[in-house]
């Protein structure tokens, strides 16, 4: 492995050269069943024909168009994102390259929002202990677990983290006179695939509409279908005034959205937001086919019932390693009475990969394009090595 990398993750032993559907394989020609999908990213698998010929026949067009101009892609993945965020009220989008780029965006239209309504001081975002929202020092503030604040301080002011689920935690820190925004995963992602209880966002939805405090919603790795509705918060029957996404939505080409409904939509003003890439055509492109994709009828039904087909096969085993199953559509969590990381690299010499999340859950998070076979195939190699271990 070459050491001019910063040393900034856990690598594991391995090197791809190329993939294929839900598979990778390494330069010695081994194969690996991938129930990751890149962290959520490759939500169409690899190479997966479409994707590729839009991305091709987009680099035969141009790359790149700075915003001072329009491209005819970016207005068409604009305009298809919008309207698939529709239903939970979005109006407008701004285009980005990450996920926490899209959450500093975000932030940044919660306290203009707010500074022009109610004029300064009711800035702070009050965000989730568990949750994540990025690496940048502002979506670090905005990130409510410990290990992520060690060593970089001092962190933005006005992030404040409440414990999820905590009606009367919620009720009290979202005091109108100080509050700008509330900001959740409806599914926790990192810290092990918690979903929030339908009453608790019913009631953040409520207390955020009579306060006027934007909700704001991260579906960076929850969304585009992966629970199996567009937005996991679409699922909960709520409107939201913001939402964020990247991982999956141009399929492996980065990206990042803010989507914004009716109060937020018109809050930047000309000069107020921008990214150099923000729209890249590439990215516009691979997002058109991911949508026409997901959109398109009957997907998102398959993608619950192989999701149902996981959790139908992982609890037949009725297996005593097994504590507990969470997740919704391919969004998977399975809690294991041992530590998470010695399976995945057992997998991972196995032929499958897996995530982790926190210290004792194994995350998946598979294409969408996933086999019924695959699946099986995949879960039959885990219960060898959770038998063993
Ligand atoms: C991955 C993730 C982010 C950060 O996205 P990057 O593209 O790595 O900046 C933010 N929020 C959630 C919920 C995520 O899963």
């Given at each position: 492995m070459a050491d001019v990398f910063m040393n900034t993750y856990h690598r594991l032993p391995v090197t791809f050269v190329s993939g294929e559907g839900a598979w990778l394989r390494d330069g010695a020609g081994k194969k690996y069943l991938d129930f990751t999908a890149g962290i959520a990213v490759n939500c169409l698998g690899h190479a997966y024909p479409p994707l590729v010929k839009a991305i091709s026949e987009q680099a035969a067009k141009f790359n790149h168009v700075c915003n001072y101009y329009q491209s005819d892609v970016a207005e068409a993945f604009a305009e298809k994102l919008v309207a698939a965020c529709a239903p939970v009220g979005m109006r407008k989008v701004f285009l980005g390259n990450s996920g926490a780029e899209a959450n500093e965006g975000a932030c940044k239209i919660a306290r203009k929002y707010s500074l022009k309504n109610y004029?300064?001081?009711?800035?702070t975002i009050v965000s989730l202990k568990g949750s994540f929202h990025g690496r940048t020092i502002t979506t670090l503030s905005a990130t409510?677990?410990?290990?992520?604040?060690?060593?970089?301080?001092?962190f933005t002011e006005g992030f404040r983290f409440i414990p999820p689920g905590d009606l009367e935690a919620l009720d009290r820190a979202l005091a109108p006179a100080s509050v700008a925004g509330l900001l959740l995963e409806a599914i926790q992602g990192e810290s092990g695939i918690f979903p929030l209880a339908p009453p608790y966002i019913a009631a953040a939805a409520k207390f955020c509409a009579e306060r006027d405090i934007l909700l704001m919603f991260?579906?960076?790795?929850?969304?585009?279908?992966?629970?199996?509705?567009?937005?996991?918060?679409?699922a909960y029957g709520v409107k939201a005034d913001l939402i964020t996404l990247a991982k999956g939505l141009s399929g492996g080409v980065p990206v990042g959205a803010v989507l914004a409904g009716e109060k937020a939509a018109?809050?930047?003003?000309?000069?107020?937001h921008g990214s150099?890439?923000?729209?890249?055509p590439l990215a516009a492109a691979a997002g058109l086919v991911v949508l026409e994709t997901v959109q398109a009828p009957h997907f998102l039904s398959e993608l619950v019932r192989k999701g149902e087909r996981f959790r139908k096969v992982l609890t037949s085993w009725?297996?005593?390693?097994?504590?507990e199953i969470r997740g919704q559509g391919l969004m998977i969590g399975v809690d294991i009475t041992t530590e998470a990381w010695p399976v995945l690299e057992r997998a991972l010499a196995a032929g499958l990969l897996i995530l982790s999340a926190g210290t004792h859950t194994l995350r998946f998070l598979p294409?969408?394009?996933?086999?019924d076979a695959e699946i099986d195939q995949g879960l039959a190699l885990l219960k060898g090595i959770l038998d063993k271990s």
């Open positions: 004029g300064p001081r009711r800035h409510g677990q410990e290990r992520f604040h060690r060593d970089f301080g001092p991260d579906e960076i790795q929850c969304g585009v279908g992966r629970t199996g509705t567009f937005l996991a918060c679409e018109d809050v930047f003003a000309v000069s107020d150099t890439f923000g729209g890249n009725q297996h005593p390693k097994i504590r294409p969408y394009t996933i086999t």
